[in-house]
T-cell receptor
Framework: DARVTQTPRHKVTEMGQEVTMRCQPILGHNTVFWYRQTMMQGLELLAYFRNRAPLDDSGMPKDRFSAEMPDATLATLKIQPSEPRDSAVYFCASGPGQIPRNEQFFGPGTRLTVL | DQQVKQNSPSLSVQEGRISILNCDYTNSMFDYFLWYKKYPAEGPTFLIS?????DKNEDGRFTVFLNKSAKHLSLHIVPSQPGDSAVYFC??????????????FGKGTLLTVNP
């Protein structure tokens, strides 16, 4: 049963600390997405990759957020320094990158709380 | 600028009746539309999709209707079951040009099906 996995599932940290979230996309998927879910904004796209190359990170605050794909089995999202307003659920999703049927498959999310 | 709008934050229906969830979009370049279902503490899961060349797509109890002239789509669930209680997200993508894999999501509608 192929699934997107994310670690950690929950993270509580203090303002100013670095946070790293990890994602393992479904094997064979070549597009990977990072989303943030908040009550006010719904699901916001932060960044996405195709074949490990970043295609769009316009939704991400560049001064503190960074997203990378060191290899095809790992995507990371880092926040440094973290702030209370970063508290949200962060989802990773992957997809086969087919047009037009570009369904995305989501992981369970990382719930981040910044105190 | 909300390009995909779900104007009803919540909807409550009786078991066995029809649930109709609505979605409006503003970007005329959108040509593929998807519905996702999300349970608490889980990631969204793909439910059903429709291409802009169609006006209806059916999968079991779920039917999506697309009205391009009105830039409106709806998801019908018949008959509704208590297990359908979840947040439903509408999403859209523009695949013209063949290089855009992004999905733009609405803020979601919480469906509650009462026994």
């Amino acid at each position: 049963d192929a699934r997107v996995t994310q670690t950690p599932r929950h993270k509580v940290t203090e303002m100013g600390q670095e946070v790293t979230m990890r994602c393992q996309p479904i094997l064979g998927h070549n597009t990977v997405f990072w989303y943030r879910q908040t009550m006010m904004q719904g699901l916001e796209l932060l960044a996405y990759f195709r074949n490990r190359a970043p295609l769009d990170d316009s939704g991400m605050p560049k001064d503190r957020f960074s997203a990378e794909m060191p290899d095809a089995t790992l995507a990371t999202l880092k926040i440094q320094p973290s702030e209370p307003r970063d508290s949200a659920v962060y989802f990773c999703a992957s997809g086969p990158g087919q047009i037009p049927r570009n369904e995305q498959f989501f992981g369970p999310g990382t719930r981040l709380t910044v105190l | 600028d909300q390009q995909v709008k779900q104007n009803s934050p919540s909807l409550s229906v009786q078991e066995g009746r029809i649930s109709i969830l609505n979605c409006d979009y503003t970007n005329s370049m959108f040509d593929y539309f998807l519905w996702y279902k999300k349970y608490p503490a889980e990631g969204p899961t793909f439910l059903i999709s429709i291409s802009s060349i169609k006006d209806k797509n059916e999968d079991g109890r779920f039917t999506v209707f697309l009205n391009k002239s009105a830039k409106h789509l709806s998801l019908h669930i018949v008959p509704s079951q208590p297990g359908d209680s979840a947040v439903y997200f509408c999403a859209a993508s523009s695949n013209s040009g063949g290089s855009n894999y992004k999905l733009t999501f609405g803020k979601g509608t919480l469906l509650t099906v009462n026994p």
